[in-house]
């Protein structure tokens, strides 16, 4: 059970453009009220760019860059060494951007700021699609998942974003979930903490983009978790792995809770059960060899 | 800083100029709606509410809560036949909340304490409420409560009526009995002990006398059973024999007691022969899991050694040396309501077997004839009446239970209020369905057993009248309370303000308040509230 308390401060503002009941919007609010005051935003173009902005309006209260896809890890570098320059290191450089603008336009940006380290904090919105544009397929969208793109369901499976960072050997990489806000603000807590690279991957069930009902995404993140599609985990320095949520549920009422699976067959779910509880076990099993 | 110096690229404004509330089609609306419990209880009792403050450690307001609707949670706590553990919703993710061990719990806490009640302000009316059972005593507290002057007519010695003179001592403690019972009475009563009303007439008078007559006498004939000689030596009144100090019942009783019903009474004499050291039989039409009596009751007459005969009727019975009955095993057909069945024999089943007693103890018949003239020959309910007089309880009732009967007596009382003090105050009922286990948010409620409620050990039991059941300990009694879902009743766990994508819920102390100008009408909190306390209502403009 999560107690989903955490303190708002006023730094993330009603009248944004958010779906209603878009957790997006909700982890959005967690995330900068956990930041404070003293931060600077980049962001991608996104679901997030669309929520923050509506020039000239803004529902954060700190700045954000709006900036090209492919460009958050960069234009988040140049911010932070601008401001080390001007003797405001420590000031949070915080970037956002969805899946798209991560595991596939953004990722060499993201790659080489990793590699060189980069004192950020890196935000994946991960709806797993490019949602914004009426919902295509990306990189991140799972096994068996129906896009406009992907009609009968995407043929291949979900990128390995954590894995792919875990090699980069950088300080802090964890996934998130709206499901558990408390574990959310102590992660973005513990982040902010930390010199160098750090990259957070939150899970946001998208209400028009998966077929989800307007009050349940919450449910459908905690399903996500609870069923271990997407474990909450944290990995330090590449070499500490933490699982910390359990899989408790097999992921038959996480697939019949959204339109996207509804396509599938008994046995493309049972295959898909399956790729779940392997994928859960080798998590359990890196966690082994690599223990805290 | 200053606008002025800003580059035009910069944003200057913050979202909360859109005011995204007008996408909205529907608005969450906070109301605490009844738990099936709730629905479920004979007084109507808040059981969310006190459960609530139990788990906050306030003994005190648990108890305030609960006496709103019945003056005797101690005793409710020990006899109820809890209907609300069988409705509530927990029994559908693990077991049932023990509700009635919990009311025990604050009943006990408010004895131990000496918590009183007050009359209210006196408005210069009266009421003749005629028996001092369940019904007469609920309905004379509630009256009090509203300062309505009470003049009470108990036609035996003392108050209590079936709580004194049918439940035994091992189920019902006495000083649980008399303390709960001072209590009303000393909120200023005119008691009229050992004083029955006779007859019709003698109703009529006191109507005349007072601006309103509560009338519950219970139901003292006892059925009979065809087949049965009830002027033998052998056959002794059930009722007459749970009344008799222990010395009386040792001598009405031979060796072997055969126990005719399957009710609580039945239960209650076949019990406490088994104390008086007696082998004792049970004999039932009912066939075995339909008996009427509670379950604990039937498991724990077992636990202490009574025998049971289900799905059998006594045709005959002879004295002699010993009895000698001859039965039959029957089919037997629930009826409509409680109370009504129809049963065959099934042929060639006729067994014989002997004993030395027999107790027969198949239920009541209230005295309607005594009244006929004033209330008519269908009998009096509550809510049908005649002039100024009204009735509640067994007298009025086919529900042989006591809580069913405080009940009663306080929706008597409070009609009478309303029509004699109209403007002293009454709870308002909660409004709504009740609410179902689907709206409760199960994530929010970790799977949990129920507290066992301990009992004393069985070689103890059988030695006196001691109380079984035993009370919670106070740690495990808070355990229980957590179990609790709460359901329909704000438990001011911010899970709504603190789940809105829009930052549309204002924290109030206490409560919420939800900001039309950028509600959109989600209901992200309705789904995130772990008790039901909030739904969403068609936001028309």
């Known amino acids: 059970m999560d107690i989903s308390r955490y303190e708002d401060h006023g730094q993330f503002c009603s009248g944004h453009a958010a779906c209603g009941g878009c957790v997006e919007a909700l982890t959005m609010r967690v995330i900068l009220n956990e930041i404070g005051p003293d931060a600077v935003g980049v962001v991608a173009p996104s679901c997030t760019a669309v929520i923050l902005g509506g020039y000239p309006t803004s529902s954060a209260r700190i700045p954000f860059i709006h900036g090209l896809i492919e460009t958050a890890a960069a234009m988040g570098t140049g911010v932070k060494r601008g401001l080390a320059a001007q003797g405001k290191g420590d000031t949070t450089v915080v970037c956002f951007a969805g899946d798209g603008g991560t595991y596939d336009i953004g990722i060499q940006a993201l790659s080489s700021a990793a590699e060189r380290n980069e004192d950020i904090l890196y935000v994946c919105f991960d709806n797993e699609g490019y949602m914004n544009t009426g919902g295509q397929k990306s990189s991140s969208t799972p096994h068996g998942a129906a896009t406009g793109s992907t009609p009968l369901g995407k043929a291949t499976v979900k990128k390995n974003l954590i894995e792919i960072m875990v090699a980069h050997r950088i300080p802090y990489i964890a996934t998130a979930s709206p499901s558990h806000l408390a574990d959310l603000a102590a992660k973005v807590r513990k982040a902010r903490a930390i010199r160098g690279m750090k990259v957070l991957i939150v899970v946001i069930p998208c209400l028009p983009g998966w077929g989800v009902a307007d009050d349940s995404a919450v449910r459908v993140a905690r399903l996500a978790v609870e069923s271990g599609v997407f474990p909450l985990m944290e990995v330090e320095n590449g070499t500490t792995w933490r699982i910390a949520s359990e899989q408790t549920r097999p992921i038959d009422a996480y697939l019949a809770s959204q339109k996207r699976y509804r396509h599938l067959s008994d046995g493309e779910r049972e295959a898909l059960q399956a790729e779940v509880d392997a994928g859960f076990a080798r998590l359990k099993a890196l966690e082994a060899i690599n223990p805290g | ?541």
Not at chain 2, 463 to 489: D, H, I, Y
């Open chain 2, 1 to 541: 800083m200053n606008k002025q110096a800003l580059s035009p690229l910069w944003t200057h404004l913050t979202s909360e100029g859109n005011r995204t509330g007008t996408w909205r089609a529907a608005l969450p609306r906070y109301q605490d709606q009844p738990s099936p419990c709730l629905g479920a209880c004979p007084v109507s009792g808040r059981i969310a509410t006190w459960i609530g403050h139990v788990k906050a450690g306030d003994l005190r307001a648990a108890w305030e809560v609960l006496c709103d609707n019945n003056p005797f949670p101690a005793i409710a706590g020990r006899i109820c036949h809890h209907p609300c553990e069988t409705a509530c919703n927990r029994a559908k993710l693990d077991e049932t909340v023990s509700i009635c061990a919990l009311e025990r719990h604050v009943g006990d806490a408010a004895l131990a304490a000496g918590w009183g009640f007050e009359a209210g302000p006196e408005r210069g009316v009266s009421v003749a409420v005629i028996g001092g059972g369940p019904a007469g005593l609920s309905a004379a507290y509630q009256l009090r409560r509203a300062g309505i002057a009470v003049t009470l007519y108990e036609a035996r010695e003392a108050l209590g009526g079936l709580m004194r003179y049918g439940i035994p001592s091992y189920r019902l403690a006495r000083e649980v009995l008399e303390g709960e019972i001072a209590r009303i009475t000393a909120m200023g009563i005119d008691l009229r002990l050992g004083t029955g009303v006779a007859d019709a007439a003698a109703l009529e008078a006191l109507a005349g006398a007072h601006d309103a007559v509560f009338l519950a006498t219970g139901a003292s004939l006892p059925k009979r059973l065809p087949g049965l000689d009830y002027g033998a030596g052998f056959v002794v009144d059930s009722a007459a024999f749970l009344v008799a100090p222990e010395e009386e019942q040792k001598a009405m009783t031979g060796a072997h007691v055969l126990v005719i019903g399957g009710g609580s009474a039945a239960m209650d004499v076949a019990r406490t022969a088994r104390r008086l050291g007696r082998r004792v039989t049970v004999m039932t039409l009912e066939p075995e899991g339909q008996l009427p009596a509670q379950q604990v009751e039937i498991e724990e007459a077992a636990e202490e050694g009574v025998a049971f005969i289900t799905g059998a009727m006594l045709k005959h019975a002879e004295g002699g040396e010993t009895v000698t009955i001859t039965a039959v095993r029957v089919r037997f057909e629930p009826g409509e309501t409680r109370g009504q069945f129809s049963v065959s024999e099934i042929g060639g089943s006729a067994f014989s077997l002997t004993c030395d007693t027999i107790i027969p103890a198949i239920g009541q018949d209230a005295d309607l004839a005594r009244w006929g003239a004033v209330l008519g020959a269908d009998g009096p309910v509550v809510g049908r009446r005649a002039g100024r007089i009204r009735a509640g309880g067994d007298v009025a009732s086919m529900e042989r239970f006591v809580t069913h009967a405080i009940g009663m007596g306080k929706e008597a009382a409070r009609e009478i209020i309303a029509e004699l003090a109209p403007d002293a105050p009454l709870p308002a009922p909660l409004p709504g369905p009740l609410v179902g286990y689907a709206r409760i948010n199960t994530a929010y409620h970790p799977g949990h057993p129920r507290v066992r409620q301990p009992s004393a050990p069985l070689s103890a039991r059988l030695q006196s009248f001691a109380e079984v059941q035993q009370p919670l300990p106070a740690e495990a009694a808070r355990r229980e309370a957590e179990r609790c879902f709460s359901c329909g009743t704000c438990i001011h766990c911010d899970n709504c303000y603190l789940y809105c994508p829009d930052m549309a819920i204002t924290r109030l102390l206490p409560g919420y308040e939800v900001k039309t100008d950028y509600c959109k009408g989600c209901g992200l909190c309705v789904a995130e509230c772990p008790t039901g306390a909030i739904h969403m209502q068609e936001d028309v403009p």
